[in-house]
């Protein structure tokens, strides 16, 4: 679940101790994919089986079986796979670590937070990186065990973080360009204005006038930001609106077509089969 801007809502932790530990399958999730989201915790994810396709920021990352990814603070990202692919992972406030007042926090983790780093891939193959999945291991263990010891997670929390600095560059990085702040909040207002209409007729002419761009400008941004075209983004918007009403609601298939901004129902139906690859009628009688 997410808010206007795609800032996930879900509490991760408590305010006493921001820290939770998720395993996951991708493909279980709608669309087989945990879609576009962003919050202000980092976020470590491991691949303990199968092959994700990880959409972070502009680039696209393809992660196998042992292979991990570091995900910063405010960095929009999407998981995909194509089958069973199974991800524990943790996300935590950096302030679990140490106090923004504190000289660690200014020296080894504001640095990081701050940079133009989106995130940063683990490889088994690689010594260095080998320490740090071993460790990430190390704080899944922690987690499925019968008695979870916060001060051992913090403890293995902290050397993590040490190592993640040690193993950054962050003189490569140049900062975060004012243009590209400026994309991102033309792409943020687009998607508001679809999330907000996606039950009327919307043109690809209507999106782009929202932010006073072209046609063409708005496909680039779209397409470079988030690898999927405005009518695509908007069409699977509507099928996942459609999806919840078909669970939550005893309106007809039609009914709900026309609801969620699709004129013909034939059609409605064949774009949900292809995304969920069950007929509307079987995914009610699934979910139900």
């Not at 999730?29 to 976020?43: A, K, L, M, Q």
């Not at 979870?148 to 997670?153: F, Q, R």
């Not at 207002?189 to 996606?198: F, G, V």
Request: charged share 20%; with cysteine.
């Amino acid at each position: 679940m997410t808010d206007e801007s795609l800032r996930e809502m879900v509490h991760h932790g408590s305010e006493e101790y921001p820290f939770q530990y998720y395993l996951e399958d991708i493909w279980q999730f709608d669309f087989h994919c945990i879609d576009w989201h962003w919050h202000p915790e980092v976020e470590f994810v491991f691949i303990e089986k199968g092959t994700a396709e990880f959409l972070i920021g502009n680039s696209r990352y393809i992660l196998k079986e042992g292979m991990g990814i570091f995900i910063n603070s405010q960095v929009i990202h999407r998981f995909e796979a194509a089958e069973s692919a199974v991800i524990p992972n943790i996300v935590f406030s950096p302030l679990l670590l140490s106090s923004e007042e504190s000289l660690v926090y200014r020296k080894y983790i504001q640095p990081v937070l701050h940079s133009s780093v989106e995130c940063f891939m683990l490889s088994p193959d690689k010594p260095e990186q080998k320490r740090i999945l071993n460790t990430l291991v190390s704080v899944f263990e922690i987690q499925e065990s019968d008695h979870v010891c916060e001060i051992k997670t913090v403890e293995l929390l902290l050397k993590l973080w040490g190592m993640l600095y040690e193993n950054l560059d962050l003189n490569e990085h140049i900062s975060t360009s004012r243009s590209s702040v400026q994309t991102q909040a033309k792409l943020q207002i687009m998607m508001q204005y679809i999330h907000k209409n996606y039950p009327y007729p919307i043109s690809l002419e209507d999106i782009a006038d929202t932010v006073a761009l072209s046609k063409s400008s708005v496909l680039n941004i779209f397409h470079k930001n988030i690898h999927i075209s405005p009518v695509s983004y908007l069409v699977n918007y509507r099928l996942k609106r459609a999806a919840k009403l078909l669970v939550t609601t005893q309106n007809s298939v039609s009914f709900i077509a026309r609801d969620t901004g699709f004129e013909n129902t034939g059609y409605f139906c064949r774009k949900f089969k292809e995304i969920f690859h069950l007929t509307p009628s079987e995914y009610r009688k699934l979910h139900k």
